[in-house]
T-cell receptor, first 116, second 115 residues
Framework: NAGVTQTPKFRILKIGQSMTLQCAQD?????MYWYRQDPGMGLKLIYY???????DKGEVPNGYNVSRSTTEDFPLRLELAAPSQTSVYFCASRPPLFIQGSGGYTFGSGTRLTVV | GDSVTQMEGPVTLSEEAFLTINCTYTATGYPSLFWYVQYPGEGLQLLLK?????DKGSNKGFEATYRKETTSFHLEKGSVQVSDSAVYFC??????????????FGKGTLLTVNP
């Protein structure tokens, strides 16, 4: 099924460890986004990409890095994990134009990360 | 900057009750408005959307009308079911490529419907 695939679904990290959250979409969407969801805070944008080779910071980029070497993949890297990065992470994608009648955005099912 | 303010939760209703979740927004440009729903343990799903003033989005018995004069997009349902229990997010995106179509979310409203 076409969509956004995130792996892993769950992960526990120790403080100071690093990891990469994977995100892949098979819809040929140009735009991709990483959000984090904290209880009672809604979703905050971490990083986004408007196409392969182009990335930019969102509201809360500190402690994270991204790359976009292909249209399909948009991994999120955590270096030196901290307890403040305990959250649920969602990847999303959308096509380049707002297509009337379409839902626009497609979200992955999320990665629940705990840093201890 | 752009922002979305939605009703604080949690909201608890009995089955078949009427639901309203308020949402207001501020935007630097002309936004499209969305309601997303998140069921327990799942990702976000688009519930409905509206792209211009006075548009009404509707889906699964839920409705919301884009009111430019009051900068609002309140979610309503006439008769809720237990299966509607979820977190509801109001969101906006600006209708310009320069915005890179980023979504700005409200904090979410947890709805619990009891039988």
């Amino acid at each position: 099924n076409a969509g956004v695939t995130q792996t892993p679904k769950f992960r526990i990290l120790k403080i100071g460890q690093s990891m990469t959250l994977q995100c892949a979409q098979d819809m040929n969407h140009n735009y991709m986004y990483w959000y984090r969801q904290d209880p009672g805070m809604g979703l905050k944008l971490i990083y986004y990409s408007v196409g392969a080779g182009i990335t930019d910071k969102g509201e809360v980029p500190n402690g994270y890095n991204v790359s976009r070497s292909t249209t399909e993949d948009f991994p999120l890297r955590l270096e030196l994990a901290a307890p403040s990065q305990t959250s649920v992470y969602f990847c999303a994608s959308r096509p380049p134009l707002f297509i009337q009648g379409s839902g626009g955005y497609t979200f992955g099912s999320g990665t629940r990360l705990t840093v201890v | 900057g752009d922002s979305v303010t939605q009703m604080e939760g949690p909201v608890t209703l009995s089955e078949e009750a009427f639901l309203t979740i308020n949402c207001t927004y501020t935007a630097t440009g002309y936004p499209s408005l969305f309601w997303y729903v998140q069921y327990p343990g799942e990702g976000l799903q688009l519930l409905l959307k509206a792209t211009k003033a006075d548009d009404k989005g509707s889906n699964k018995g839920f409705e919301a009308t884009y009111r430019k004069e009051t900068t609002s997009f309140h979610l309503e349902k006439g008769s809720v079911q237990v299966s509607d229990s979820a977190v509801y997010f109001c969101a906006l995106t600006l209708n310009s490529g320069g915005s890179n179509y980023k979504l700005t979310f409200g904090k979410g409203t947890l709805l619990t419907v009891n039988p």
